[in-house]
């Protein structure tokens, strides 16, 4: 991979008894997200509200999928579904538009103080001494080395996450959680047949939205 990688440092809390073993295993370790999407976003402050650092990587912009929609777009479901980290989601209509979205979760990400790298994907993860090395490639910058005690991939639902970036070995361990949401509903599956048979590569929060 050439040059040695740059370390980037941990930020720890103390933990607030997590679900599982992640609370308790190297406390001055975060636990990286892979996917700044809503699913992504909402992972990472709900381990933030349970006293563990989260940092999220993501190969494009923040809520990537949602600034790629069309500019007038109008999401099918209200916006009280499509909420997170219990921040309200105030909207002037009855259901919110592609522009509310956007600045929505980038408020959640302000508010609760969520470290989002975007445009730096993550291009290997892998286990070693019980905890995760995730190396990311920042936009036109060096490989930077991430010391994890636990990853999260919340890759969205139409994403093409890369194979070889996670090995089927460390995707299996214990402290690894892939995020799942929702099928999209009627209205859309004809627009994303693709996507739609193959859901156990994808995940997703449950709004959906109309093109």
Not at 127 to 138: A, L, N, Q, T, Y
């Amino acid at each position: 991979m050439g040059a040695k990688p740059k370390r980037r440092s941990g930020q720890g809390h103390a933990s607030a008894g997590l679900v599982g073993s992640i609370a308790d295993r190297a406390p001055d370790l975060p636990v990286v997200v892979v996917g700044a999407g809503p699913c992504g976003i909402a992972a990472a402050a709900a381990l933030e509200e349970a006293g563990m650092h989260a940092v999220v990587f993501d190969r494009g912009c923040l809520v990537s999928s949602i600034a790629a929609y069309p500019i007038y777009m109008t999401f099918f479901s209200t916006a009280d579904r499509i909420a997170i980290a219990d921040v309200p989601f105030r909207v002037e209509s009855e259901k919110p538009t592609r522009r509310e979205a956007l600045a929505y979760y980038r408020g959640v990400v302000d508010a609760r103080g969520i470290e989002v790298h975007q445009y730096e994907p993550v291009v290997q993860v892998w286990r070693r001494k019980g905890d995760f090395i995730v190396h990311s490639k920042p936009l036109g910058g060096d490989v930077v080395e991430t010391k994890a005690r636990a990853v999260v991939v919340a890759t969205g639902y139409l994403a093409r996450p890369t194979p070889s970036a996670c090995p089927a070995r460390t995707c299996r361990t214990s402290r690894t959680f892939i995020t799942r949401g929702t099928r999209p509903s009627s209205a859309t599956r004809s627009s994303s047949a693709a996507a739609t048979r193959r859901p156990r590569r994808r995940s997703t929060c449950s709004g959906t939205a109309r093109r």
